[in-house]
């Protein structure tokens, strides 16, 4: 991240010692089984998001990591298996042992201002390792703890929230549910919460298992040989941030044929990132590539799935094709394949992604190759409405891209444009061909020659 100057920003951050927040009550003492969708292999990983607010003369006086620190402990006692740690069980199943040891929490202060951050706030944060500490240990599957925040006050009054969570505990929606409950026990409210549902059993794979779809999200898929070289290994990669606006999303509506201008902004900027950034990374012409889209399927399965439920709930069908299907067909040709692509979720495809789980072992990965592309969209997930006191967020989402996978986040550009911010990671030669092709599909509309995409390093 660099200052309205363009200097790289740097401060220095005084944290407190990492201490274990435990619920506020007693709570259960129990084991619970996660559910086949949950403790697939895919999702044993950490995933971060970062939060900043401004300063709330209201709040002068508080340090809003004591006020969300005891919001947190009360929130608890309603989540208590947060609190508790990750055991393996037989065939690999995991098993939270809801023991009541807490969740790691780090107190900090920085001497930076907000206004210092930039006026455009956007992944990527190559400051977040001050702002969310790494503590040694603690990032393990097994036996650690499963969640980590750090509040880090700024010298301004405002704050920002950093949070780490274990994905096999929840998807973007439960995460949200969950910091909605703190921040409302922070606020001191305790009317009107969604109460959670556990119930993981709900998305495990019938007995016996069956599996009645192909799922080439999971293929095993070797490395595809490029013409230059870019590995997910690679010492050269870089992160960059692009920025769609109304006017640019507009614009892309143009290169659509009219039966499908009507597809929605994901599917519209999901087609789109994919060609590009297909035909950046040099594949052979004939080599296969994918899109996977994650697909939430609350709204699809409301009859399977109780309000409150805060697992995991949700499956990332693939599109296949060719690089020269890509290349030599119009956006339209991307944006069907995508639409097909989340067409395929049902309650009958979550049940055979379990029994898939089930089946072939829970070491049953979705490729993470070059040639694999895999979008989630964070936009309409309102983490920007959780309120600790301190008014919403200036900005809400996840800090970086994580190799294969982008996501999409609300966000501002420096004109104060609300819009989809996406952050790529590629090598450096081929993250340049991305914003050359990126270009020259938005010259194909004769009246785009004064919009370009933004882009913030």
Known sequence: MATHSGIPLTFTVRRCKPEFVAPAKPTPCEQKLLSDIDDQASLRFQVRLVHFYRHEPSMEGKHPAEVIRKGLAQALVLYYPFAGRLREGANGKLIVDCNGEGVLFIQADADVTLQQFG???????????????????????????????????LKCGGFIFAIRLNHVMSDGPGLKQFLSTVAAMARGETTHLILPVWERHLLDAPNPPRVTFTHHEYDEVEAAVTTT??????????????????????????????????????????????????????????EEVRMLCIVNARSKIESLLPQGYYGNAFVFPAA????????????????????????RLTEEYMK??????????????????????????????????????????????TAKAVGVVS?????????????????????APAMERFAEEMDNMLKQDKESKSIRISSAM
């Open 320 to 343: 296949i094709t060719t690089v020269r299907n890509l290349r030599e067909n119009p956006l339209g040709y991307a944006v069907e394949l995508v639409k097909q692509a989340k067409a």
């Open 229 to 286: 070289t870019t590995s997910l290994s690679s010492d050269n990669l870089v992160e960059r941030s692009f920025f769609f606006g109304p006017a640019e999303v507009s614009l892309l509506r143009r290169l659509l044929p009219p039966h499908l201008r009507h597809c929605t902004k994901f599917e519209l900027l999901t087609a789109f990132l994919w060609r590009c950034r297909s035909l950046a990374i040099n594949l052979d012409p004939e």
């Open 119 to 153: 006026g455009a706030l956007q992944p990527p944060f190559p400051c977040f390792d001050e702002l969310l500490f790494a503590v040694p240990g603690s990032e393990g599957m097994l036996n650690c703890p499963l969640l980590l925040i750090q509040v880090t006050r």
């Open 352 to 397: 055979s992604v379990a029994a898939l789980m089930v089946i072939r072992g829970k070491r049953l990965l979705f490729p993470n190759v070059m040639g694999s592309f895999i979008i989630s969209d964070l936009t309409k997930m309102g983490y920007e409405d959780v309120d600790f006191g301190w008014g919403k967020a200036v900005f809400a989402g």
């Open 407 to 427: 996501f999409f986040v609300q966000a501002k550009n420096k004109k104060g444009e609300v819009g989809t911010s996406v952050a790529i990671c590629l090598p």
